[in-house]
């Protein structure tokens, strides 16, 4: 493994275990605030950061003119769907089967659509290695889900919530990762942050107390939201764009593998839950069909995603 893999496999990992701890902090506090506050400040704060970046880099122009593009609008779009479904099966199902479904859109669905839509990686998703790997990883992710992970089977809306994560994960991170080929990577995340968060907030009241108003929350959980805004809306996607612009959109896809195994040691240590049995048998498929997959990309050269 060369010098320029090794550091953007070492950021896919570290985004990975930032992500990972989302699940934990957005249940802690989901008790004292509204749905609406806990998936909207987080984007909020994310793209504040990254507009203190485009300034830096003086890329602030660029991130502006986001707010003007349809396509920019579209991915927000996606976004706020990712935080809210994720938000919704977190609370219903726990961190671990939610973790895998994440899994299963990185892992399975963006290769896949990255390659439908845009030829990146064409020749590597036909390898036997990948092909069984994406297989053990969708395996084992349903033995997880399908056996209740540590929490409760997945029914009604929380099924619907599960069903459309990978959708919302693999077509926002392509469609993110393909914009940044033209466009600066703080500017394209940072304005769909703020655009996702504009969204959401403009959504919470109409749908009234399906989602829960805006009252005021008491400093822990504002501490709280300003947590998961650094983490998983700033620095996390900092690394993850940053080993995606070194390597292209495949590999950091494929370690996200790194998410569920980081959330269930969390899960262990923190809330003390232990999956059942098949569950853990479900991770361990999963982990290990991702880690395959990679194994077919490995050694294949992947042009990097240039950002302007």
């Known amino acids: 493994m060369n010098g320029t ?5 070492s950021l896919s990992v570290m985004a990975a275990f930032l992500w990972s701890s989302y699940y934990f902090i957005a249940l802690a506090i989901a008790p004292s605030i509204s749905l609406g506050e806990l998936v909207a ?17 003086g890329s602030l122009p660029s991130f502006l003119r ?5 396509r920019s609008w579209v991915r927000a779009g996606l976004y706020a769907g990712i935080q809210l479904t ?25 290769p896949l ?13 036909t390898t036997a290695s990948f092909v069984v790997g994406l297989a053990l990883v969708a395996t084992g992710a349903s ?30 991170f392509v469609a ?17 942050c703020i655009q996702a968060g504009i969204l959401v907030a403009i959504t919470v009241p109409l749908v009234g107390g399906a989602l829960g108003g805006w009252p005021a929350p008491p400093l822990l959980p504002w501490l709280g939201l300003l947590a998961l805004g650094v983490t998983s809306f700033a620095i996390a996607p900092v690394m993850y764009f940053a080993a995606i612009e070194k390597v292209g959109i495949l590999l950091p896809a494929l370690l996200m593998a790194g998410i569920p195994v980081f959330t269930l040691l969390l899960q262990t240590g923190l809330l003390h839950k232990i999956p059942s049995a098949l569950a853990s048998i479900g991770i361990v498929v999963a982990v290990v069909g ?16 240039p950002a302007a």
């Open 5 to 9: 893999r090794r550091v953007a496999v």
């Open 41 to 57: 400040v987080p984007f909020l704060i994310g793209g504040v950061a990254y507009a203190a970046i485009s300034w830096n880099h």
């Open 66 to 70: 986001m707010f003007r593009d349809g």
């Open 86 to 110: 994720v938000v919704a099966v977190t609370l219903y199902a726990g961190p671990v089967d939610t973790s895998l479904l994440t899994l299963v859109g990185d892992v399975l669905l963006t």
């Open 113 to 125: 659509v990255a390659a439908t839509l845009y030829g990146h990686g064409r020749d590597k998703i």
């Open 143 to 172: 033995l997880t889900i399908v056996s209740g992970g540590a929490a409760e089977p997945l029914r009604g809306i929380a099924l619907l919530a599960g069903i459309l994560v990978p959708f919302f994960v693999a077509f926002y």
């Open 176 to 192: 993110s990762a393909e914009a940044a080929r033209t466009m600066p990577v703080d500017a394209v995340v940072g304005s769909t």
């Open 290 to 305: 991702a880690l395959v997959a990679v194994g077919g990309w490995e050694g294949r050269a992947t042009p990097a995603s």
